[in-house]
């Protein structure tokens, strides 16, 4: 158990939909960060928050947001879902060091299932 | 932005032996870099970890070394137990946030 939780467990939907993915990082952790992993693409970053701000950006889509709230829990937000946001999506955290040198701890994942 | 290639895709060992996985990375400002460790439907797990400041770290049966020249690591294991049987991820940071770049991942089979 690395102490990061993600909720739901798994996810199934229409395309069209709108879907929230949460994330709580490890006591103490002020960074997270969110991962898809589909077959095809392997583990891609999307996007990373530090202490509520945004700080880093990967190959998100327009359609995908995210927040850090000030009890520093994430969450991560899906709209107008197509067949190929079908995919696991984890949230990791880290303390924030300074250097990004950070050990990244993942949550167990959210399973989203777009039929 | 970072790329990382990851070598081989597949490897299939006898218990008892060592398994040797290699990475190349693009970016030379990059100066952390993690392998992972996931087992069919779960989350990826930290196994060892190499700043850019060291050449080869070691823990337990598990080693990593970086050349920092070349833009490459490789994760070495020893003595392979049926139990590392998993798919293995190098990592390599992005130096503005901390963002990792992931290997294609390399399906570890150790046959008893």
Redesign the interface.
Known sequence: DSGVTQTPKHLITATGQRVTLRCSPRSGDLSVYWYQQSLDQGLQFLIQYYNGEERAKGNILERFSAQQFPDLHSELNLSSLELGDSALYFCASSVGLADNTDTQYFGPGTRLTVL | GENVEQHPSTLSVQEGDSAVIKCTYSDSAS??F?W?KQEL??????II?I?SNVGEKKDQRIAVTLNKTAKHFSLHITETQPEDSAVY?C?A?????????????TRLMVKP
């Open positions: 100066n952390y993690p992972y439907g779960k989350r990826p797990q930290l970890d700043r991820f990592a940071n992005n130096n503005a946030g901390n963002m990792l770049t992931f290997g294609g991942g």
